[in-house]
């Protein structure tokens, strides 16, 4: 990949930040869009905008056809076996709720029990606590070990015949662990139960494959795949989206309604209700088809060398910790620098043109397990380079020198 070629294809890498030349290692939080994506989103509205699915006219019929073939599209991205599996959601955070909402209203019951893993953001813990709450269920945690690693025998001391779903995420945002899903998947099957996996940090560093991972749902979000804010996907196999109830009541997601009684659309619109993110789901789909072009293998591939220079440089860091050591991991860095509080380390980081996030990022549970406050979170992908990380942990130590 010629990474300086693709540099040019993200204009917001040209900026400077406070006499600096940013470099943008947030990714993890919302990755930067390519202009392909910019473009097709503002020409959608200089061109095209129009609602969607309901007018005879002109336009309508145009952004009706960007629309769905935008589904088209994501559709073949995570190769599911059809489009009325893609269901358009506002992000990762919707795609969950939605499920939990839903699916929990129609198969979970008192007593009953739903997994997930000590690893997950906060968007896949509450809104399964509320539907315990609700339904007066028991939620069960997977734990890590030490490198952040799930530990699969207790997974399976956990399983039993209460259990009714497992909601599991593919990839850590605060640790980078890639989680054996497969594996986990294939065994809950066993038992005859369905899994979720939460895609938001996946779906941009390798390729999935949905009908291949056989999970029953996978979600993930726009802007963390170098699409636009507030679009996401929730990918249900037909069998569980055809018995769920709808999630929101409204146009669209209907078929007739009287005032006696109102039936509901086929999928994927019975959980589509209102107008939809047109131009969101249009951008998003420039934002996979950039990636096709690009090669997720390629990206991938590099990535994977970011990180193996990334921690060999940390590591020479006196006085550094890195947490999340996993042995199949993403390019995400998350390190405390000696006792210094995380938050004055990225202060101090961003005042050099570094761009990464400090905090417990929506992991609360996470860091409560390491008995730290929080971390320093330096996350990249496939447009930052080894002399972006030369530079952040020259500036790391340059940090410490001022905090000392
Ligand atoms: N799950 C994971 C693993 C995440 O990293 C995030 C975002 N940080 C979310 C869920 C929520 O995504 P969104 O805010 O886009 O809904």
Redesign the pocket.
Known sequence: MDIKKIREDFPILKREIRGHKLIYFDN???TQKPLCVINAISEYYKRVNSNVHRGVHFLSDMATDSFEEARKTTKEFINASKAEEIIFV???????NLVASSFGEKFIKESDEIIISAM?????IVPWQILCERKKAVLKIIPFNDKGEIIFDEFKNLLSGKTKIISL??????LGTVNPVKKIIDYAHSKNVPVLI????SAQHFKIDVQELDCDFF??????IYGP?GI?ILYGKEKWLEEMPPYQGGGEMIETVTFKKTTYNKLPYKFEAGTPDISGAIGLSEALKYLNRLGLANISEHEKQLLEYGTNKLMSIEGIKIFGTAKEKVSVFSFLLGNYHPYDVGVLLDKLGIALRTGT???IPVMDIFKIPGTVRASLCFYNTKEELDYLVENINRVKEILN
Do not use: L, M, P
């Open positions: 993890a939080a919302t506002r992000g990762t955070t919707e795609g969950i997950e953001h906060h968007s896949n995420v593919h990839v850590s945002n605060s939460d895609g938001a940090q979600v993930f979000s726009g802007h963390k804010t996401g990022h929506c992991t």
